[in-house]
Each structure stands twice: as C-alpha cells, then as structure tokens.
C-alpha cells in the first residue's frame, strides 16, 4: 500500500577516539529538502563527528576476538530476534483483543460515557486531550515517539562523567570486551554527539510511517530491533575476521534495515539530492549504490566507517521485504496456540 512519506539518502559515519581506540560512530546524516509532491526526498550531505571522551574510559582487553565471544554474538542474535517476532505476535494479539472489547463496550455504554463528559475533572479533561492527541498520530509517529525518548534518555546519560565506564561496557559493542551480548543491543540505541543523535532520529523519523504503514506497529519494532542486533552481529564478525577490534554504537544498523526495506518495496520512488535538485534516482538505484560502497569498504579495509553494521542493517531490510510477509504469516500458530492458553485462564 503507497503511502505518503519522506524519502532520505543515507551516508554512514565512524568517529576514532583521540586515545588511540577505535570508536565506531554508525549513523545515517541527513540533510533536509522538502518538495511539493506527495513523495519527497531528504538530501544530506556526509557528515563526522569526532567523539573525545574525558579520561577514564576502559582500554580494551585485546586486539584479538576469542571464539567464545563470536559463539555468544551468534546465539544471541538467534535468540533474541525469536523473542522480538514472538513478543510482537503476542503484543499484536492483545492490542487486537483490547480493541475489540473497547469496541464493544463503546457501543454498549456509549450513552452513558458521553452524558459523563460534563462531569469528568480537570485532569481526567487532560488526560483524554491526550490520548485523543496520541490517537490523532499516524503509525509511524507512534513508533517512533518511544524509540527517540529511549536515545534521548542513553543520551543524556553519556553527559554524566561518574558514568562513563559504565556507558562504555554496556553502550557500546566491542567483540573483544567481557560482556559481548547485551551491548549488541543496547549500543543501538547510544550516541555521543548531539549531531549524531539529531541526524538518525531525523532520518527514522522520515522513514518510519513509510514502513511501520506496511508492517503494523508491532511487526515494526521486532523488526527494528532484531536489525539492531544483526547489524552488530555483522560488524563483529567482520572485526573478527579482519582483526579490527574497535567499539562501536549508534542506531543506523537499525535504520538501514527501515531505509533498506522502504526501498525495496517502494523501488520506483523517486530520489533526489539537497544541493542537486535536478538529479533524481529512484529508490533502487539510491540503495544500490549505498550497498556498493558500504561493500567496497567492507573490501577495501576503509576503517573510517563501519561499512560492516551498515550492509548488514541493509542486507536484513531487503530479505526482510522479499521474505518478511511468508514469514510474518507462519505466527498463526503461535497465535493459536497463545489464544487457547489465554481463553483457558479462569476469568
């Protein structure tokens, strides 16, 4: 289904810590341009943002990845992506359910919620304003409202000095550190720049009503966050093989997979440039040439970027477009299954 939407180019960047460590910065930098038509494209221009931390900050264990570490990556990508699509099988039932019998009991007692509008307090009035306001949101809005407060949030804790350590380990993937799984995770959700966080919310936000139209809410942020840990899975494989062991974070894995997948389902959609209005391309063409270079640097051994995280989040976005629906689809049994637990509960 087409819908309306905002249309980005993406270009992906790494910072170096000052110290000698690799500090991997993966991001999507746009630069907004807005046309009349219904479909209209964001330029952007490359962007880098160098991040240098106060002392403190933990040296990494080693420059070589132990197989243990690559083993733990593995199963928990495996892990927790089955948890992310079973627990938006479940969150999707229930929000059905919800609505449903919200449905029902509208119908039901409508008159009498209606003749106690006049009687509702202050705060119950703002509450409903609210909630009508939330309502008021397109899908895409509504997912990303959580996913910019939880940056915002890791954000602000990166200013805090006493914390810095402990950003570091749990914020940030690094193959070779102690703790290998949850940083995959976490990390895509933490920037250091304020530039940074500013261009990949600006960027999710262009695309996200695009997709989470075509996914549903719940389908979307299983989506989004498997993507997040699959990118950080590739780029560890990648560090490993490579023996370029470097902390990494941000959300553009994730983002690539959302800008991937727009891409190829909407793959006439028409691109276009900030500064170069008059040339266009369509949305195959512009993915097309992103993997290219992200692959060439993948290659090339261009350390500068963390080409890795990208084409992976990239690569999931596409087998997700082509493959998403037969596989979304196989959940009927676990909603079965799900619903016969939930009706035998004693009411």
Avoid at 215 to 236: D, P
């Amino acid at each position: 289904m087409l819908v309306n939407r905002s249309l980005c180019r993406s270009w992906l960047s790494q910072v170096t810590y000052a110290n000698g460590q690799n500090f991997s910065c993966r991001h999507i930098v746009p630069a907004p341009r807005s046309k009349p038509p219904a479909r209209y494209v964001h330029g952007n221009s490359k962007q880098s943002s160098n991040v240098k931390p106060s002392g403190g900050e933990p040296v990494p264990e080693s420059t070589t990845v132990p197989n243990n570490n690559l083993f733990k990556a593995v199963a928990f990508t495996g892990a927790f992506t089955v948890g992310c699509f079973t627990s938006a099988t479940i969150w999707e039932y229930e929000n059905t359910r919800s609505l449903i019998i919200a449905k029902a009991k509208q119908a039901q007692f409508g008159w009498w919620q209606s003749r106690s509008l006049v009687e509702r307090s202050s705060w119950s009035q703002l509450k409903l304003e609210i909630r009508q306001y939330w309502d008021n949101l397109n899908t895409g809005e509504k997912v990303f409202a959580p996913i910019c407060l939880v940056n915002l949030l890791v954000f602000g804790l990166w200013r805090v000095p006493r914390l810095r350590a402990t950003m570091i380990t749990y914020f940030t993937s690094n193959p070779a550190a102690r703790i290998v799984c949850w940083p995959m995770f976490l990390s895509t959700f933490s920037h250091y720049s304020a530039m940074h966080i500013f261009a990949n919310m600006y960027v999710l936000h262009s695309f996200a009503n695009a997709a989470a139209s075509s996914l549903g809410k719940e389908q979307f942020l299983a989506l989004y966050m498997s993507a997040g840990v699959f990118s950080s899975l590739i780029s560890i494989l990648y560090k490993a093989g490579t023996r370029q062991v470097g902390m990494s974070l941000g959300a553009s894995g994730a983002i690539m997979t959302v800008l991937a997948y727009v891409c190829a389902q909407y793959p006439d959609t028409q691109l276009s440039i900030l500064f170069l209005p008059a040339l266009t391309f369509s949305a195959s063409a512009g993915i097309k040439v992103i993997m290219g270079i992200d692959f060439a640097g993948c290659v090339m051994g261009w350390k500068f970027f963390d080409h890795a995280a990208h084409l992976g989040g990239a690569i999931f976005g596409i087998f997700w477009a082509y493959y998403g629906t037969q596989l979304w689809a196989k959940r009927l049994t676990l909603l079965n299954y799900y619903h016969q637990i939930r009706e035998s509960k004693p009411k």
